[in-house]
Structure formats: structure tokens, C-alpha cells
């Protein structure tokens, strides 16, 4: 059964200066079962505020996720800032982390590094039924969900849609 692994990158604090000006323009890159995804850049600061979640679709949960810092840079390589490892070994499905301050060490022996980043990871199941995926609803206000026959009619509208061009 897919499982999704969802990785809230709250903010960072006290993080290490790899510009001149003596700040960063620090973000986040988890690679997992080799997709890579990254937060936004929050540029001139050693304290960014994310608020991003990235999402994986896995089929187990790994044992630990690596979230690497780094530093953007116009004109040069991108700096490493260093990373946190989140281990995942208790977690279950349906299950999420507390939301938890995670000390950054070295990527490579040498690297300089310093600061905290606030993470909480989750994994939830997505249902599968006959080869297609349900659809999580959540009720906000009158929204309510579509029945099953109106997904698929729908879907079928894209498909011939793109047939049709």
C-alpha cells in the first residue's frame, strides 16, 4: 500500500553566514527513493520562516529522512550549510513526529555549520481501489465530496479533452 510522507519545514534559526554580508539565502532539499524536492529561498536571513511541506509518495517508510541546507547563490555554487537527520524508526502510518527543533551538523567533516531547524514529518496511507486512487476530503463550510461516478466521468472528460487537440 503507497504511503504519503509529508515533511513540514517550519523555519530555521541561528543558522550560519556564507555571504559577505553576513547572512544566507538558506533552503531545504530532501532527496527520497530518488525524487528531489526543495523548499522556497529566503534570501538575506539566518533565521528563514518555510512554512513549506513537501510531500513523497512511498511504498515503506524509510528509516530516516535527510534534509540538507544550503545556500543559494547567484553567480557560484550553491554553499552546503549542513543537514538534520529525522529518524523515522518508531513512526507508523497515519502517525507524525512532534514538531521538533533539530541541531544542523556537517554535511562533509570541514563544513562550518550552526543553527536549528524546526521539522515535523507525517505519513498518512493513500486508498487505492481497483488500480485508481481515492481522494481525501476534508469538509470546509457547504464543500462536499464528489461521488465516485463523478470523479471518474470527469476524468474521462480530461482524457477526451486531450484526445480531441
Not at 47 to 75: E, G, H, M, Q, S
Not at 86 to 109: C, F, I, N
Not at 136 to 165: A, D, I, L, Y
Request: negative net charge.
Amino acid at each position: 500500500m503507497a504511503h504519503q510522507l509529508k515533511i513540514f519545514l517550519d523555519s530555521g534559526r541561528n543558522l550560519v553566514a556564507m555571504d559577505k554580508s553576513g547572512t544566507s539565502d538558506p533552503y531545504v532539499v530532501v532527496i527520497l527513493n530518488g525524487e528531489k524536492k526543495k523548499t522556497s529561498i529566503h534570501y538575506k536571513t539566518l533565521d528563514p520562516i518555510w512554512k513549506d511541506t513537501l510531500v513523497f509518495a512511498v511504498d515503506n517508510l524509510p528509516p530516516c529522512v535527510t534534509l540538507r541546507i544550503w545556500d543559494k547563490d547567484k553567480y557560484s555554487a550553491d554553499d552546503r550549510m549542513g543537514e538534520v537527520v529525522v529518524h523515522l524508526d518508531e513512526m507508523k502510518s497515519g502517525e507524525k513526529t512532534p514538531k521538533q527543533w533539530y541541531k544542523v551538523v556537517p554535511q562533509r567533516a570541514k563544513d562550518e555549520v550552526s543553527g536549528e531547524i524546526l521539522v515535523q514529518v507525517g505519513c498518512d496511507v493513500e486508498m487505492e481501489e481497483e488500480g485508481k486512487k481515492k481522494k481525501k476530503f476534508k469538509r470546509r463550510g457547504t464543500q462536499t465530496p464528489m461521488k465516485e461516478e463523478e470523479e471518474g466521468e470527469k476524468e474521462g472528460e480530461k482524457e477526451g479533452e486531450k484526445e480531441g487537440e
